[in-house]
């Protein structure tokens, strides 16, 4: 199986500052790397889909990039609503595997 | 609009079978596939299987012998169960949505979740 590693697993930013969340595959997944976001009381939100690729309704300020092994999402001038919890997907291969998740705060 | 919603019982003693209910609305089944994703409490996403549009299921290795996926398509409905469980199969479980048919592999939707408990 891929083994998705995600760091930080935690991180504290202010509203206006931009991040960074990096997702690293055990081996190869060419650009099949989705990003989704979890809030308490919505469903998880789909963000990007093959690496870079932003799902519809997805504001311009998040960006997805990497292949192979390496990924990031990085979210540009924060808003309140993006401090969530994040999760990388690979959908190269079956089984599917996920991150362990990057809880965002408010600092 | 697209909507996923699943339900079953919150307590299941040990040894025995889950079972839980994926209903969903605003897309059909013989068009999507649907897939379940649980969550332990603290812990990642793990991909459990998935119902195709066909009827045809796949399922996690870890998980294949005790894991069935079934439907209903004329009641819009995906039906896991999960025998043998464990305290470690604590968790929310969720059914989703994979984003169109050619091989995407990811999920444009879910469910809100349902929360397991696995407990004597």
């Known amino acids: 199986d891929v083994q998705m590693t995600q760091s930080p697993s935690y991180l504290a930013a202010s509203p206006g500052e931009s991040v960074s969340i990096s997702c690293k595959a055990s081996?190869?997944?060419?650009?099949?790397l989705a990003w989704y976001q979890e809030k308490p009381g919505k469903t998880n939100k789909l963000l990007i889909y093959?690496?870079?690729t932003l799902q519809s309704g997805t504001p311009s300020r998040f960006s997805g990039s990497g292949s192979g092994t390496d990924f990031t999402l990085t979210i540009r001038s924060l808003e309140p609503e993006d401090f969530a919890v994040y999760y990388c997907?690979?959908?190269?291969?079956?089984?599917?595997?996920f991150g362990s998740g990057t809880k965002l705060e408010i600092k | 609009q697209v909507q996923l919603k699943e339900s079953g019982p919150g307590l299941v003693q040990p040894s025995q079978t889950l079972s839980l209910t994926c209903t969903v609305s605003g897309f059909s089944l013989t068009s999507y596939n649907v897939h379940w994703v649980r969550q332990p409490p603290g812990k990642g996403l793990e991909w459990m299987g998935r119902?195709?549009?066909?009827?045809?299921?796949s399922y996690n290795s870890a998980l294949k012998s005790r894991l069935s996926i079934s439907r209903d398509t004329s009641k819009n409905q995906v039906f896991l169960k999960m025998n043998s469980l464990q305290t470690d199969d604590t968790g929310t479980y969720y059914c989703?949505?994979?984003?169109?048919?050619?091989?995407?592999?990811?999920?444009?939707?879910w469910g809100q979740g349902v929360m397991v408990t696995v407990s004597s």
């Open positions: 119902m195709r549009y066909n009827g045809d299921t």
């Open positions: 989703t949505r994979e984003a169109g048919l050619g091989g995407a592999w990811y999920f444009d939707y």
């Open positions: 093959s690496g870079s």
């Open positions: 081996k190869s997944i060419n650009t099949y």
């Open positions: 997907q690979q959908h190269n291969e079956y089984p599917l595997t």
